[in-house]
């Protein structure tokens, strides 16, 4: 093989491992951006399910329909607002 030949075998080999890393590139921009969407749609699920909890918790409350372990747990959430309304009190009158 000669000199000429091996340059353009190397050339080639370069054109086609750069097309390559164009289009993992290309990909992987595209999977960083569904991984992203994919986030927001976790954050979206993770959010509305929690607002749903709370609402069976006010339902429970408000049916009267509350086992020991819910009271409980009731009271902890409750005493925890109760803690945060203090500390922005104390904050405000500062």
């Known amino acids: 093989m000669t000199l000429d ?9 370069l054109h086609l491992l750069l097309k390559q890393y164009a289009r993992l590139q290309k990909e992987n921009e595209r999977l960083k951006e ?6 927001q749609k976790q ?5 509305r ?5 709370e609402q069976l918790s006010i339902l429970k409350i408000t049916s009267g329909d509350m086992n020991d372990k819910d009271k ?5 959430k409750v005493n925890q ?3 945060e309304i203090d500390k922005c009190i104390t904050f405000l009158c500062q």
């Open 72 to 76: 409980k747990d009731f009271e902890k």
């Open 34 to 39: 569904e991984l992203d969407i994919s986030r």
């Open 49 to 53: 399910l929690e607002e749903y909890q």
């Open 5 to 13: 030949q091996q340059f353009n075998t190397i050339n080639d080999k």
């Open 81 to 83: 607002y109760i803690r």
């Open 43 to 47: 954050k979206e699920a993770d959010q």
